[in-house]
């Protein structure tokens, strides 16, 4: 007989009853409270502290609390076990922001030309008129159907699932004899589909035929509802992915999914999220999830696994591999979505742990594959994936960029979000900053491309030097020594929502120096396997949310990006989900996903010296070799003479 | 507030609380009483009859129940509601008896001559040896999978579901990476296989493959269990059709699937069935039913539909059609067999609602769709279904013959089982007859074989005339007048079992007149459809468990078969599960069932005036147009002159 003890959470209604031992997030969740683990419960972030105000507890780990946060009772939640009769305070938990950039992305999908959907368009709806049997005509109903339909839609077969099959008798009798099919043409091109629905009555031909293209970012997922018949889109949302809440970074979800149930929990966030979505996209559209008949999801590899709940603690480890790549096609009643239960899945395909279907898709929805111009396609995010290459060939890696540029791993980075400040610009003489910040409220920390801007803003300013240290003998309050070294304040706390001054620190630089090394060593490496010199390169593609706010000028004074005229950067903003739409609507499309998929080398580059060297050399501002960063070299001489 | 009212059964241990107006056989069933109903609750049968020794009870119906019955408490339990507190006694239920004919069965399934697993079976076990994972070869552990296997099977493709997909990390890492797959190759010939199975380890290579051939009879179900890699019968098992219970006929059973729950139980009886006899003969061959990696099924369209709940309605009703004649291939899970979950469920093809699965595979393996001679094959049972062609054409169709042969509407007629008479002989002195009985015991009553021999030994000794009269004023007391009509004492009471004379009546030599009156049509409408003479048949198999006893002789006599050398015909067996067996080892065959199914035309006798025309002049001994029969016209002047 195991000893059970009562936990009394403040914010849950009732008292719960767990057996000696339990973790405190496991009580909880028994509460029906989530406490957020942005690590995964590994006990690193710190994130879960909840404050035991009496009973007894045993923690195993106390990273990140002080001996005071202890003594008032402070506890891991996911580090600390009940050995008795316990009272537990919650402190008010982060909530997720719901940022809703839904009229951002839906303005960058736009119906390719000529797009004519009986072409290409997998799922088609097939209004079928019967004769109705006879003494004379015995056929069975279903080839009856069978017969009707591959005429009405010049097919060589017609396959059929048990469970519908069921339903053709009553369905073709109460509807005397007028129906419409709903089919599904895999293989677009062979002349063979399967029936997926069959509706009572003739379905009037322009009512639209709705599908959902689907990106699963780590951190957020979009969907985009589409009328298939046209290829509008009528609808679409975006929020972040629910299991954010179980492991900020792939690694911890990883980790949490390993654990008991773990798997299964972060199946049941991103499915919700995803549905979630859809519905809202739907109720955009004026209609209802189960019209959905069609889905492409693209994601990166572990997003991929975890919505399948399939085992990815391979993708962690070395040598990083995944269970599969090419995902077969499902029906959405097996994964859990809330469209059509006999509607079709389609997970696109991805060619290594760390170059999923997002980057195959982002390949896709560029048109790099289809050029003869030699091609850099980017896409910085956690990570940074980059792929070379043309019609001909394509070479991709995944550097562990690190999240620096997501707002991690900086004292006061922060996601692009209201109150970021997403763009500064500093007075060469003065050393004083002014800053725009999204929703045009007061700061509460930096984003992304503020930091790039900020960083390079700096050098420029001499502010920071070449190998990262803010000089804090300028003659300037901002530039100061705090307790890590150098920092330069951007905005003083009186002028901030938070309360404190907002500084960039020698830490965070090194941090973003490294992010940034570890991306240019990657254009590196990739360019050398194929003996291919970098400023050949015609032009370079950059995809991801990320992308879209980077202003290449800074971005190449830093050396994140390599330094070449202007024209050649496009930003495609979010191609993972534009990939996902064109797959949605085009066969041809889909097919060139695979090919692409197929068709791209991957170099690993924790296996690869030279990455190393490379990572070595670009850790300088904007790099150790300045012959690779003319134009920089050339501001800067001009900058400090004048 | 409805009032309920308690039911007591003598047999039940607890009472039970049933609404006003509920069934009795409703009743029953809540107490855990299966009460048989044959006629499928039609109230036609009168087999269902209980004693309600006290309360209200309102009869619906009183059919076969006289008004002794009735003042007695009888009442049909099919017909009858409970309006009070009630006690109802249940009659001992005629158990349905288990005649395991498995040894007979089993011995007609030979090993096709030249088999070679690996060139015609679909489902194949290839050993793989894969090499680890390393930073060199990050491929994905599908893919890696799939790349051997597709070697080592010489494919072109290999799919897999998600479930499977599931389970790769941990089978591939926990067996180092030396594993067994089951594939599905479902059209053999297109180099694309499904993987159904992973096993950890190298399984040699001589260990069985499993699979099993399925006939679901109306009344038996019959399993054999085969080695696919050598085609051997290593077990085999059959029991009546558990669905018997709730109807003996088709249509009674059709009857019983539109009430509610009936569709959902009849699939149930059945799939029991198959899994006891599954079950059986794996233990038999000392294996498991979860090792069965294949099943191919035959039986008639109704028993296929039953099987997968399809709606059977529109069979029974003109103008009677299936719903589905070319069932696609299912996996055991679906099904709810016990086989192994992704074992592939093969059903056959049929062609009509009375020309199924069982005809096709008949057809198949009776080789007459591959030969150049005119070939007659029927399969006797309670429907005639006959087919007429040769390699070039088939034709088809069925007569509703009646289940006369089975022992059904025949005063003594019973099933071939232990105690029923099987031969007799008559001495064309006395009158006075010899007979033989299954089981060497004292007889209960009349089989079929046995009723076709009587038919025929009266007619050749003047005791029944042509038109089918049994005459009362011979020279002996066993040809007497009875109640209704005359008839003639096979038995007297005291050498019988059953205490009582066993006899043949007027009623019953009708009743077996239409039966062979309406199978002789059959041949002769389709003999006539294709403009070809039933005498130039140039051979006439049969098939089906009753065809096996039937003497050729006797059966011309009565003019049920057509009056050519006895050399023409031959007995095939059970031809349903023979080709069941066939389509289960063969990929060839089985694609050659599907283009019999495709070949054959069905001619609807019920609509065509000819076979009215047929039916009548075939209403004698043997027929009204003698010249059809020379050689009994021969035998009866001979006879007569003696």
Redesign the interface.
């Known amino acids: 007989m195991s000893t059970t003890y009562t936990v009394k959470f403040d914010i849950a209604p009732e008292p719960v009853e767990v057996p000696n031992g339990t973790l405190i997030t496991d009580a909880a969740l028994k509460a029906g409270i989530e406490i957020s683990q942005p690590c995964g419960g590994q006990g690193r972030c710190g994130q879960c502290a909840v404050q035991v105000t009496s009973g007894k507890v045993r923690r195993r780990s106390t990273v990140r609390l002080s001996a005071e946060d202890v003594a008032q009772g402070y506890a891991l939640a996911c580090q600390t076990v009940i050995e008795g009769d316990v009272t537990v305070v919650v402190p008010p938990q982060d909530k997720i922001q719901e940022h809703l950039t839904a009229s951002q992305f839906a303005s960058e999908v736009t119906v390719p030309r000529g797009y004519d959907y009986t072409k290409v368009q997998s799922i088609q709806r097939i209004p079928l008129t019967l004769s109705p ?11 009856r159907l069978k017969t009707a339909l591959l005429k009405a839609a010049n097919l060589e077969d017609a ?4 469970p519908l ?2 339903k ?3 369905i073709l009798r109460e509807s005397e004899w007028k129906i419409t099919t709903v089919i599904n043409r895999e293989n677009f091109s062979d002349g063979i589909a399967q029936v997926i629905d069959i509706q009572k009555g003739l379905t009037a031909e322009d009512k639209p035929l709705w599908g959902a293209a689907v990106d699963i970012g780590t951190t957020t997922v979009k969907v985009v509802l589409v009328n298939l018949l046209t290829g509008e889109v009528k609808g679409q949302a975006a929020e972040y992915n629910q299991q954010i809440a179980r492991g900020e970074d792939v690694i911890s979800r990883i980790i949490f999914s390993t654990k008991e149930n773990g798997a299964e929990k972060l199946r049941e966030l991103v499915v919700k999220t995803i549905n979630n979505l859809i519905a809202k996209a739907c109720r955009r559209a004026k209609t209802k999830p189960s019209q959905v008949y069609k889905t492409a999801i693209s994601g990166n590899s572990t997003m991929m696994h975890l919505l ?4 990815a ?2 993708i962690r480890l ?11 096609s ?1 029906d959405a009643a ?1 994964l859990g979505l809330n469209t059509h239960p006999q509607g079709i899945v389609d997970c696109l395909p991805g060619v ?2 760390y170059v999923g279907a997002d980057i195959t898709a982002g390949v896709l929805s560029s048109g790099m594959d289809d050029t003869e111009k030699l091609t850099l396609f980017l896409d910085v995010g956690t990570n940074g994936e980059m792929v070379l290459g043309s019609k001909d060939w394509l070479v991709t890696c995944a550097c562990s960029a690190g999240p620096a540029f997501e707002g991690a791993g900086v004292l006061h980075g922060m996601r692009a979000t209201e109150g970021a400040i997403d763009e500064v610009w500093i007075n060469k003489e003065t050393y004083d900053i002014t800053w725009r910040v999204i929703g045009n409220e007061k700061p509460k920390g930096l984003c992304g491309s503020a930091l790039i801007s900020l960083l390079a803003e700096m050098l420029m300013t001499g502010i920071v030097n070449k190998g990262g240290n803010i000089c804090h003998s300028l003659n300037t309050p901002r530039a100061r020594k705090g307790s890590h070294g150098g920092e330069y304040v951007v905005a003083w706390a009186d002028e901030t929502q938070i309360g404190e001054d907002i500084v960039i620190t020698d830490v965070d630089v090194d941090n973003l120096l490294r992010t940034k090394a570890a991306i240019f060593a990657g254009f590196t490496v990739l360019a050398d396997s194929v003996g291919v010199p970098v400023e050949m390169v015609e032009q370079v593609l950059i995809g991801g949310g990320f992308g879209k706010f980077i202003n290449v000028e800074k971005a190449i004074q830093i050396g994140l990006l390599p330094d070449m005229p202007w024209e050649r950067f496009q930003f495609l903003g979010n191609t993972s989900l534009k990939g996902a739409y064109l797959a949605l609507l085009n066969y041809n499309d889909r097919k060139r996903i695979a090919d692409i998929a197929d068709k791209m080398t ?1 170099i ?1 580059l ?2 690869d010296n030279r990455f190393f060297d490379a990572f070595t050399s670009a850790m300088f501002l904007p790099h150790t070799n300045m012959s690779l960063f003319p134009t920089v070299e050339e501001s800067l001489k001009s900058l400090r003479e004048t």
Chains 1, 2 share one sequence.
């Not at 399948?308 to 085992?311: F, S, T, V």
């Open positions: 049997p006879s003494m004379e005509d015995q056929t069975s109903d279903w080839a396959h059929i699932s048990l099959l069921l053709i008798p009553a399948l709940k399939i085992p603690s391979s070395a040598p990083f591999i995944t269970v599969v790549n090419h995902i077969p499902l097996e290594a742990s991957y690993e924790s296996a």
